[in-house]
């Protein structure tokens, strides 16, 4: 883990993250199917779980910068069908559905000020959970699956004609 990332504003939590990711990440990987078990073994040695775990944690913290911009962006919506935070947190603060502005902007200023309260906590759970509803995991498994079946198919390519030089 670099220092950048030690030191870098927590809008979301990130062991949370990193844990649901690790989940994904490990469930694309299991869910593949190989003709061989010498090809499985080798998918195995390139996606180990520590490797996993490493990925799963890089996203996570991705994903953290990536919702610092998306909370303090002048205009933090997503244009489409999406979930829309100045609606959602609200909703998740006081169950009823409803914009409130100064609720989101007084969760954004607690976040940016590093605020460790207990409801700061939530609002790092709520955003993880969040992202999730909004996003989902497709995009997550598809994207990783595919690159493990390139990896796979860069290896069979290298077997058939005989090169033993993985560059992965």
Not at 23 to 45: Q, V
Not at 79 to 105: L, S
């Given at each position: 883990?670099?220092?950048?990332?030690?030191?870098?504003?927590?809008?979301?939590?990130?062991?949370?993250?990193?844990?649901?990711?690790?989940?994904?990440?490990?469930?694309?990987?299991?869910?593949?199917?190989?003709?061989?078990?010498?090809?499985?073994?080798?998918?195995?040695?390139?996606?180990?779980?520590?490797?996993?775990?490493?990925?799963?944690?890089?996203?996570?913290?991705?994903?953290?910068?990536?919702?610092?911009?998306?909370?303090?962006?002048?205009?933090?919506?997503?244009?489409?069908?999406?979930?829309?935070?100045?609606?959602?947190?609200?909703?998740?603060?006081?169950?009823?559905?409803?914009?409130?502005?100064?609720?989101?902007?007084?969760?954004?200023?607690?976040?940016?000020?590093q605020d460790m309260s207990?409801?700061?906590?939530?609002?790092?759970?709520?955003?993880?959970?969040?992202?999730?509803?909004?996003?989902?995991?497709?995009?997550?498994?598809?994207?990783?699956?595919?690159?493990?079946?390139d990896t796979c198919y860069?290896?069979?390519?290298?077997?058939?004609?005989?090169?033993?030089?993985?560059?992965?």
């Amino acid at each position: 883990m670099s220092k950048e990332m030690i030191t870098e504003k927590l809008y979301i939590n990130i062991e949370r993250m990193t844990d649901e990711l690790f989940g994904i990440l490990k469930d694309a990987r299991d869910s593949l199917t190989y003709e061989n078990d010498g090809e499985h073994e080798f998918i195995m040695e390139q996606y180990s779980d520590d490797l996993l775990n490493e990925r799963a944690s890089d996203m996570a913290y991705e994903f953290n910068r990536d919702m610092g911009k998306y909370l303090n962006a002048s205009d933090h919506k997503i244009y489409g069908n999406f979930n829309n935070t100045d609606y959602d947190y609200p909703a998740f603060r006081t169950g009823n559905v409803e914009y409130d502005f100064d609720m989101v902007n007084d969760m954004i200023a607690r976040l940016n000020n590093q605020d460790m309260s207990e409801q700061s906590v939530k609002d790092r759970d709520f955003l993880v959970d969040w992202f999730f509803e909004t996003f989902g995991t497709f995009g997550i498994s598809y994207n990783f699956t595919n690159e493990i079946s390139d990896t796979c198919y860069q290896y069979q390519q290298e077997k058939k004609d005989g090169s033993n030089n993985r560059n992965i």
